[in-house]
T-cell receptor
Framework: NAGVTQTPKFRILKIGQSMTLQCTQD?????MYWYRQDPGMGLKLIYY???????DKGEVPNGYNVSRSTTEDFPLRLELAAPSQTSVYFC??????????????FGPGTRLTVT | GNSVTQMEGPVTLSEEAFLTINCTYT??????LFWYVQYPGEGLQLLLK?????DKGSNKGFEATYRKETTSFHLEKGSVQVSDSAVYFC?????????????FGTGTRLTVIP
């Protein structure tokens, strides 16, 4: 298993440009997540999905969009990039069933700079 | 609300030294608690977890005990190695079933020197 993969690893955007961060998992996990990590800060949840076709906002969703058309993929879209979106973005996935809690598996991250 | 306060870093230790990284939390309900580790250039990996009061999580020589009375989940290791150099994150999930949200501390960078 490759686990959680993210592309690209690095990207520099100009203000106002758009891009999609890709995330794929091959563990058949139902839950997927997007986090951002600002320098010196913990991770904050942007969006999450409990299954294909279902998404919901996290703590910091403004400026982002997501979709979940398949179990494996959970892309994150930035429509009008702003300097405040300079961050490291992590995708994660987990399996959850009723009261059973399973760990989240993280991808290696995408470092995004908006100038 | 839910939040995690973690010991400021960075922390530099000599090999075989004792490690403590402090973590305290604020939560509604009965959270589960986690320590994640991030090695250079990699994503976060779960190091250990505890899902109820007085549980002790342990892995790779690291331990942490869920203390409800002091709302703490301090990470300890008796003898650190150079390979333990990484960033350590304390986190909580407010929902016992909840893989649907984790609240993270700011992370503590540990450097172990030979």
């Amino acid at each position: 298993n490759a686990g959680v993969t993210q592309t690209p690893k690095f990207r520099i955007l100009k203000i106002g440009q758009s891009m999609t961060l890709q995330c794929t998992q091959d563990m058949n996990h139902n839950y997927m997540y997007w986090y951002r990590q600002d320098p010196g800060m913990g991770l904050k949840l942007i969006y999450y999905s409990v299954g294909a076709g279902i998404t919901d906002k996290g703590e910091v969703p403004n400026g982002y969009n997501v979709s979940r058309s398949t179990t494996e993929d959970f892309p994150l879209r930035l429509e009008l990039a702003a300097p405040s979106q300079t961050s490291v973005y992590f995708c994660a996935s987990s399996y959850s069933s009723g009261e059973v809690l399973y760990e989240q598996y993280f991808g290696p991250g995408t470092r995004l700079t908006v100038t | 609300g839910n939040s995690v306060t973690q010991m400021e870093g960075p922390v530099t230790l000599s090999e075989e030294a004792f490690l403590t990284i402090n973590c305290t939390y604020t939560a509604t309900g009965y959270p589960s608690l986690f320590w994640y580790v991030q090695y250079p250039g990699e994503g976060l990996q779960l190091l250990l977890k505890a899902t109820k009061a007085d549980d002790k999580g342990s892995n790779k020589g690291f331990e942490a005990t869920y203390r409800k009375e002091t709302t703490s989940f301090h990470l300890e290791k008796g003898s650190v190695q150079v390979s333990d150099s990484a960033v350590y994150f304390c986190a909580l999930s407010p929902d016992r079933a909840g893989a649907n949200n984790l609240f993270f501390g700011t992370g503590t960078r540990l450097t172990v020197i030979p």
